[in-house]
């Protein structure tokens, strides 16, 4: 497979390829015409920031509103809706903390907040740092030759604006990315803590430390 990224030709080999193309709406088969509900131009039913449809009293949440595609993100949608209708006396709208995915492949894929094309796109001054699975001695001990984790800081506020990891038990890992990003942390709370030995958190921690070393010398 022969792939263009950022200018760079890469090179890939396998023996198999997946082509995953997506998902569409099936909203054509529900009849929409004979109600007050009305679809975008891809197919997905327009909502506002309570996640009511067109149609006052009816709601819509998941796959179908086309915002995004993951079990863990409707239930956090079928959650506020829950609020908003049974516990809450006055609504307020629905905001959504970072919302990550993974991919349950060998090894596994987990990702985040914004990819380095998106912060270059947006203009958006940012340090990358990466480190291996084998820097550390978990990874070591796991024989992970191919794993890592990258980060991306915000050069000014050091607050994590994304996060991808590739390796064993990435799902998992991204965890410690989602919680600080959820709660407005910064490089230096993600350095605060005292990690575990040997663990793969180190590995988070360790691209913390490069990404530190990288804003300290830019400055």
Known sequence: ????????????????????T???????LLNLQNTNIQTDKNGYIVVNEYLETTSPGVYA??????????????NFEG???????????????????????AVFTHPQIAKVGK??????QEGIDY?????????????MARLSDSGFVKILIDKKSK???????????????IHLFILLMTMKGTLDDLLKMI??????PEIARNAARKAKELLQSKK
Do not use: M
């Open 79 to 101: 959650e506020f809706l829950f609020r908003t209708l049974y516990q809450e006396k006055k609504r307020t709208p629905i905001e959504y903390p970072p919302v990550p995915h």
């Open 127 to 139: 340090v990358a740092a990466k480190n291996s699975y084998s820097a550390s001695a978990t990874g």
């Open 61 to 74: 949440l998941g796959d179908i509103t086309g915002k995004y595609f993951y079990r863990h993100s409707v």
């Open 1 to 20: 497979i022969e792939a263009i990224s950022q200018g760079k030709t890469i090179l890939l080999q396998s023996e198999a390829l997946l082509v995953a």
């Open 195 to 200: 990690y575990v030995h040997p663990a793969l």
């Open 115 to 120: 990819t380095e094309e998106e912060l270059i």
């Open 159 to 173: 607050k994590v604006l994304g996060a991808h990891v590739i390796g064993d038990e990435a799902s998992n890992l």
């Open 22 to 28: 997506g998902i569409r709406p099936n909203t054509d």
